[in-house]
């Protein structure tokens, strides 16, 4: 079983900046993709952002140029940077990973952080 635990959210003003963090643990042998997913009241949830094993990052176009997504292989981490917030950043943020803990592929989530967008 794999957890995945997200931390860093909370209220931030508009223009404002905050990173959330995400640690995988558990029978972890390889993540593939790592993501970052929102989901706004009344709304679905979708990407904002993702970041396979070799680097190569995704991002929604709504966040392009303002997030950026990092991960630490070594301690099976990703991390989003959020820049110049806006109130419509306003959501639950979940981490998301593509794992393989020796019994094939399975995709997990994390439980979900507030972010808060307002003055």
């Known amino acids: 079983q794999v957890q995945l635990v997200e931390s860093g959210g909370g209220l931030v003003q508009p223009g404002g900046s905050l990173t959330l963090s995400c640690a995988a643990s558990g029978s972890i042998g390889t993540i593939n993709n790592m993501a970052w997913y929102r989901q706004a009241p009344g709304k679905e949830r979708g990407l904002v952002a993702s970041?396979?094993?070799?680097?190569?990052?995704d991002y929604a176009d709504f966040v392009k140029g303002r997030f950026t997504v990092s991960r630490d292989s070594a301690k099976n981490a990703v991390y989003l940077q959020m820049n110049s917030l806006k109130t419509e950043d306003t959501a639950v943020y979940y981490c998301?990973?593509?794992?393989?803990?020796?019994?094939?592929?399975?995709?997990?989530w994390g439980q979900g952080i507030q972010v808060t967008v307002s003055s």
């Open positions: 970041i396979n094993r070799y680097g190569s990052r």
């Open positions: 998301n990973a593509n794992v393989n803990g020796g019994l094939g592929w399975a995709v997990y």
